[in-house]
T-cell receptor, first 116, second 111 residues
Framework: DSGVTQTPKHLITATGQRVTLRCSPRSGDLSVYWYQQSLDQGLQFLIQYYNGEERAKGNILERFSAQQFPDLHSELNLSSLELGDSALYFC???????????????FGPGTRLTVL | EDQVTQSPEALRLQEGESSSLNCSYTVSGLRGLFWYRQDPGKGPEFLFTLYSAGEEKEKERLKATLTKKESFLHITAPKPEDSATYLCAVREETSGSRLTFGEGTQLTVNP
């Protein structure tokens, strides 16, 4: 158990809908990262938040957005869902956010999103 | 752009048959190379971080090594419970703490 929690475990929804995925980082970690893992693309970095502020952005679609709250939990919002958005979404956390030796990323168990 | 290539894509071993997984990388400046283990439907589990060429780290039957262009994950006398996908990721000097992952090597160890 990494100490990172994600809810829900599974989510089934229809095209065009909007969903929210939630992540709680390990105690003491200030950074939260979101990744998408699909069968044909491997783990893709989406976005990073550090202590409530956006720190880095990867291949995140405009239909997707995220935020980190004062209690450091984070939410990933996915809207206008398409079939191709079906994937595993992982959250990871680390102590810092600048890439130092303490910035090992620990992953949560993931949310499996199925868009029908 | 950072590139991480892992080989082979899949590897099937008999219990006790040692082997190595490869991770080749292209970055402008390496700030760390990471190995993770991932079981089906689960989140990646951190194994090792390597920072400089020549560095080695060990954990049970696993040993990770690093050169200027690649990293190897050596598995000695594997057991069926070592079956998993092994992921390699790099952190580049100017990219903060984000990671770029390879596609992984799916390892199966038969009893």
């Amino acid at each position: 158990d990494s100490g990172v929690t994600q809810t829900p475990k599974h989510l089934i929804t229809a095209t065009g809908q909007r969903v929210t995925l939630r992540c709680s980082p390990r105690s003491g970690d200030l950074s939260v990262y979101w990744y998408q893992q699909s069968l044909d693309q491997g783990l893709q970095f989406l976005i990073q938040y550090y202590n409530g502020e956006e720190r880095a952005k990867g291949n995140i679609l405009e239909r997707f957005s995220a935020q980190q709250f004062p209690d450091l939990h984070s939410e990933l919002n996915l809207s206008s869902l398409e079939l191709g958005d079906s994937a595993l979404y992982f959250c990871a956390s680390s102590v810092g956010g600048a890439g130092g030796p303490e910035d090992t990323q620990y992953f949560g168990p993931g949310t499996r999103l199925t868009v029908l | 752009e950072d590139q991480v290539t892992q080989s082979p894509e899949a590897l099937r071993l008999q219990e006790g048959e040692s082997s190595s997984l490869n991770c080749s990388y292209t970055v402008s400046g390496l700030r760390g190379l990471f190995w993770y283990r991932q079981d089906p439907g689960k989140g990646p589990e951190f194994l090792f971080t390597l920072y400089s060429a020549g560095e080695e780290k060990e954990k049970e039957r696993l040993k990770a090594t690093l050169t200027k262009k690649e990293s190897f994950l050596h598995i000695t006398a594997p057991k069926p419970e070592d079956s998993a996908t092994y992921l390699c990721a790099v952190r580049e000097e100017t990219s903060g703490s984000r990671l770029t992952f390879g596609e992984g090597t799916q390892l199966t160890v038969n009893p």
